[in-house]
Every structure is written in structure tokens, then in C-alpha cells.
């Protein structure tokens, strides 16, 4: 007989799986697990079919096709003005998960700290924990979700190795600003701490903010993988395929994981998502009014409704309070909502190392056609 000593006893089945499968279960309308329920453009699904039927059905190079890194060098240029090295500094990856797992098991070593910022998105702990790193939760602030510059740096210290950020940020929403990364930058600058900063949201934020990539910073580049996925960005999330970016010497040790990690990553979808980024630019542009015409949609069924809405200034995600509705936990809450409100969102505390006690926090995906989306407020507004 043998015995399993679990790798991960922290680890169960993830909180998207779990609501999904409820959704499906009692029929709700699903907006736990953040995907869109509308499907990418006919011109890119047209391109990927092209590149299957011509042949392009091989492995892909390592780093990934020369095309499509050389247009995600471009398109990084155009937005921030970056100069970015196509054959040295970008490797594709399948998806942005494939691409943090690689980027932590590329510099953590046993007994590293890293720096996580909760609530934080789930991805990030188990690729810690099985690099043999110990992962360091900070909380965000409440209530507005920014970084709280005291905590972190108490929390840094010989052995912090890695931080990883996130911005737009999932759960909340919250944004980190061109000051945030300059701050960031004075805490870390004479330590030898290499950063993660996890850009899938980067066309997703409103009210005419900009982003603030650290690729628009020089100095925390040299340190960093910034990581993006187009999954977000083409309503493709099932494609699964992201990018990190990153220093010459930072990628050359990616890709010595991201090479046993899958080696390389689907060919004709590389091939349609670089036709995609030639041919429409303007694509990544236009996010931020199509999903903030979203957000607003939905908020505004929310106003009519007891939750209370929380500022959403990024992704596609809007958390609400639901403490005048009910004192369960969130996750009971989320169970309840399924089956009898018959609309699906996930807890935010399932993302806390320790949960603030009296917080009453769901989040709601709001990547929804309209129908959905005015379905999903009439049953909300009944409660
Ligand atoms: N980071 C964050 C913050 C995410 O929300 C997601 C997915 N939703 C990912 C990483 C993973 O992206 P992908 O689906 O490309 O693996
Ligand atoms: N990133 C998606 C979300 O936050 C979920 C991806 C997944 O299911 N792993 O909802």
C-alpha cells in the first residue's frame, strides 16, 4: 500500500470550479467564474481556422512564433512606449497561469519569501508553496483595496525574494498608479527582490484612467515579469494564451521552466491572435468603454437592489456588500444566492489568508451580454 502525502494540504478543488459547477447544477445564471458569454471576434476565430487548415499545426518555437512576439513587442510600444526585444524579452505561454507558475519556479528557492497582496487571486500560493517558497500575505486596505505601504514594508526582509502584483486587480477592482510603482520601486531598489506584476486586466479600466504597466517603468522592468493574457483581451478565455515579459537574463531562466512546463504553446492560435493584433489595433482600445458601458449597466440594476456597490475602477469584476441582506458567511451566502436567487458569484474571502471577520463581500462578473446581465438584476432585485 502506498500513501500520498499531499503536496498542497491547502489546496481543494477552486472556488471557480466549485461555483460553476453550482451554476450549472441548479440552472443559475453564472456570474462566479470571470469569462465572457459572448464569443471573440469572426475575424480572429476566421484567422485561427485559416492557420489550421494551411498547415500551421505543428509545434510552435519555444519562445513562441516570431509573428506573434514581434506584434506584442509593437502593440507593447505603442502603449507604453516601451522598446521591447521580441527574441529575448517575450515568450508566449498557454495562458497568463502557465506564465506565473514559470516566473515563481524560475527564481524561488526553498525557504524564499514572496510577497502576495490579499485578497489575492489563487493561482499565486500553490505555485509558492511547491517551489518550497513561503508565501507572505498583506492585506490590501480596507475599504478601498490600495496597497498599504506600512505593512509591506515591515514585511520585507533578507529573505523576500519575490512581490507580485496585480493591477487591474482580481478581486476588487482596485487599480496601482504610475506613484504606487515609483514607491514601489524606492521599498525594493537596494534589495535583491524581483517583482511579478500580473497585467491580464491591462485594457480593462475605466473612467479614463491609464494603465500603469511596470513596462512604463525602466527601473522595476529590469527587475520583473510582467505577465498578460489575451483570453481577457479577446474574449477568448478558453484559448488559453498569455505572455510574460521580461529582462533578457529574467527570461532566459523563464524559459527554462516554460520549456518543461509545455515547451511551447498552440500554433494556429498564435498565428490568428498576431493576425488579430496587426489587423486590429483598435480591438484592445475599445475594451475599456465596451466593458465600462457593462459595468455601468450593471450597476445600475445593483442600485435597485440591497447590496451596496463597491468602486469598481478596473476589470471586469464588481464586488457588493451584501450585509443588508443576510448574515451568512460569503461563501453560504453564494451557496443561497445559487439556489434561490438562481445567479452565481464567487466569496472574496476565499482569497484571504485571514479573512477580515465582519466582511460581507461577493464578487460578480459582469463580461455578460445585455440579456444576461438584465436577467441577473431582475432576480438579484427580488431579494
Ligand atoms: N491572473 C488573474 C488576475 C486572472 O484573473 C487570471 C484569469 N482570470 C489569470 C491570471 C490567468 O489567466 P489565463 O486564463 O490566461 O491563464
Ligand atoms: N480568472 C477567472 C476568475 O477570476 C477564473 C479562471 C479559473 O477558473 N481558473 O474568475
Redesign the pocket.
Known sequence: MTTIETKLPKVGTTIFTQMSALAVEYDAINLSQ?FPDFDGADYLKQRVCHHIQTGANQYAPMSGVPVLTQAIAQKSFNLYQKQIDPVNEITVTS????A?FAAVHAVVKAGDEVIVFDPA?D?YEPAIDLAGGYCIHIPLTDPDFSLDWDLLSQAINDKTRLIII?SPH?PTGSIITRDDLERLWQLIKNRDILLIS?E??EHILFDQQPHASVLTHQSLYERSFVIS?F??TYHV?GW?V?YCVAPKALTSEFRKVHQYITFSTSTPMQFGIADMLHAHPEHAQQLPDFYQQKRDVFASYIEKTHFKLLPCAGTYFQLVDYSGISELSDFDFCVWLIKEAGVAAIPVSVFYQNPPPNQKIIRFCFAKGEDTLAEAGRRLASL
Open positions: 470571470g495562458g497568463a497561469t502557465e506565473i487571486y493561482c496585480n482580481n500580473d491580464v486586466y493574457s483570453g481577457k478565455t488559453k498569455g
